[in-house]
Structures are given as structure tokens and as C-alpha cells.
């Protein structure tokens, strides 16, 4: 069997995800594009006909960010063409409180779902550094839904909160 890249293997999960995967590379690539200090004050949510909708906690960091939205636009440009950001779109989302934090660690179960959903041709070192990840992550999620939490009944995660679907898919159109 041929050995996959990581960078093929993410693609190859992305490309399920729908046509406009290529679109958000913007959002992947967003701390590249805007630097580690602004990259912590806005967060980027997705792109949807060119425009990049981005998370901020108050109106003076968009407004900031306004002034530099051409820059900000010019550098996705050439580090994600694919793309298509021509304009920026700000959402004000007050930084919410903390998350009680779910210190588990991942049981047999999530060891084992979690092999089953990594590939076994991925080099050793980066098969065993997602198991670690996608273990975590399962266990984290049980937990979540052990403490009352429920799915998103538009994207699955599970989340702690009210409604139906979760913080994200809220601010989605």
C-alpha cells in the first residue's frame, strides 16, 4: 500500500467536507496570514462567496482590523488563492466564559475507536501523534455528553449549553 502525506490525508478528509474546502484554506491559514498577536484577538469562522467572516470581542478590534483589511486581503491572496477573500466581515462574540476543562485521560474505548479512524499507512510517528489527538478528543466528548451536553444537530460536535445546535453553527447563515 502506498504511503499517504499528512498534507494528502488532511485533503483527502477536507475534500468530504464538500466542494468549498479549498475555500476556507483563509481560515487554515489565518495566524500565517495575519501573524501570532492578531491572530489572538480574531478568529476566523469561515468564507462564503468571498467574504471572510471573522469572530472579534469588541467593535474597536474590528475597527482596527478594518484598517488593515486591505493588507489582511492582500496576504491571503497569495497564501491562499484558492480562497477568493475580497472582503471581511466582523461578528462582535463577547469572549465567552471558560469551559470547565475535562482533564480525562482516554480510556480503552477511545484508544480503540480511534484506530479504526486513523489510517495504518501513515508514517509511524504522525499515526501515533493523531491517535494521541483523536483519543483525546473522543474522551473529552464523553465526557461532555456524560455532564449533560448534547450534539449539534447541524455539525455533530458535542457541546455544553442550550439550543440545538452549537456556538459556531449559530453564526452560521
Known amino acids: 500500500m502506498k504511503m499517504m502525506s499528512s498534507s494528502s490525508w488532511l485533503e483527502s478528509i477536507a475534500r468530504n467536507w464538500g466542494k468549498g474546502w ?14 501570532e498577536r492578531l ?21 474597536v478590534v474590528a475597527n482596527e482590523l478594518r484598517l488593515w483589511a486591505q493588507e489582511i486581503i492582500s496576504r491571503l491572496a497569495q497564501i491562499a488563492p484558492k480562497s477568493n477573500v475580497k472582503e471581511l466581515q ?7 466564559k471558560e469551559v470547565e476543562e475535562f482533564s480525562l485521560q482516554p ?3 477511545e484508544l480503540n475507536r ?14 501515533s ?11 473529552k466528548e464523553k465526557a461532555i455528553l456524560a ?11 458535542a457541546f455544553l449549553g442550550e439550543g440545538e445546535e452549537c456556538a459556531l453553527c449559530r453564526l452560521l447563515p
Do not use: H, T
Not at 466582523?90 to 465567552?96: R, S, Y
Not at 480511534?114 to 489510517?119: D, L, T
Not at 493523531?130 to 478528543?137: G, I, K, M, Q, S
Not at 455532564?147 to 460536535?157: A, F, N, S, W
Open 90 to 96: 466582523f461578528k462582535i462574540l463577547p469572549e465567552e
Open 129 to 139: 501523534r493523531f491517535l494521541e489527538l483523536l483519543a483525546n478528543v473522543l474522551a
Open 114 to 127: 480511534a484506530e479504526e479512524m486513523i489510517p495504518e499507512d501513515l508514517l509511524p510517528s504522525l499515526r
Open 22 to 35: 479549498e475555500e476556507q484554506k483563509a481560515v487554515w491559514r489565518w495566524r500565517e496570514a495575519v501573524g
Open 147 to 157: 455532564k449533560g451536553g448534547r450534539r449539534c444537530r447541524r455539525c455533530g460536535v
Open 39 to 59: 491572530s489572538k484577538l480574531a478568529r476566523p469562522l469561515y468564507v462564503e462567496r468571498g467574504i471572510l467572516y471573522i469572530a472579534v470581542a469588541s467593535p
Open 107 to 109: 480510556g480503552a474505548e
